[in-house]
């Protein structure tokens, strides 16, 4: 445990420093600006991803290891996953990552991590304008969103505003691991099934080592 608390420590320390108000247009920009994933949906995942990384990139592996063409995010001695999560909805559980590789992860490293943030957000005004202004960025609607019309389905409210409350280092051992869901992802476009992943309820938090980074 001595190794990991390495990792802890190091996390503890940096993390305290990242931005806690997220505004939807600056944060695409800065995205932009670094070409990293800016014209994603779900911007303030990848911004989060992208701020811990930067934060990290002279002290930790990025990306962390591989196993098969599953990735993790960083390594320290141990690896560990970036996660986003917004507290106030009805749906208190998180996506991980695939479930083989963080078995395997587990069985090499004896822990796996998620570092995952907890956030407040606010969401388009009814005129949706900064979802025109992210299509207009992107140099216009996209094919999912030209299909989206053609079916006459109602696009999701867009994330404008992202605040963020609070971290949770989670770590993750063969005792523990069986506390996690099964998250089934369907078939692929061959018609064969996608490898299924882990899924974390927030309220099983508890039951798992854990430490928190607090910003409220």
Request: hydrophobic residues 35%; aromatic residues 10%.
């Amino acid at each position: 445990m001595l190794k990991i608390e390495k990792d802890i420590k190091l996390l503890q320390t940096e993390l305290v420093k990242l931005p806690t108000i997220w505004d939807g247009k600056a944060s695409v920009l800065e995205l932009k600006e670094a070409n990293y994933n800016w014209r994603q949906m779900e911007w303030w995942a990848f911004y989060f991803e992208y701020k811990v990384r930067k934060l990290l990139e002279n002290r930790m592996q990025i990306p962390g290891d591989k196993f098969g063409n599953v990735g993790f995010d960083l390594k320290g001695k141990i690896n560990w996953d970036l996660k986003a999560s917004a507290i106030k909805t009805n749906n208190q559980k998180i996506i991980l990552n695939d479930k083989e590789a963080m078995e395997l992860s587990v069985e090499q490293n004896k822990y796996h991590g998620e570092i995952i943030a907890l956030c407040d957000v606010e969401y388009n005004d009814n005129d949706r304008t900064f979802q025109k202004w992210h299509s207009e960025l992107k140099g216009g609607e996209s094919k999912y969103e030209q299909e989206r019309k053609q079916r006459t389905a109602v696009s999701r409210y867009r994330k404008t505003k992202v605040e963020l409350w609070k971290i949770i280092l989670l770590l993750i051992d063969k005792n523990t691991i069986d506390i996690l869901d099964i998250h089934k992802q369907g078939r692929n476009s061959n018609g064969l099934p996608r490898q299924p992943k882990y899924m974390l309820d927030i309220e099983t938090v508890s039951d798992f080592k854990h430490y928190k980074i607090g910003f409220k």
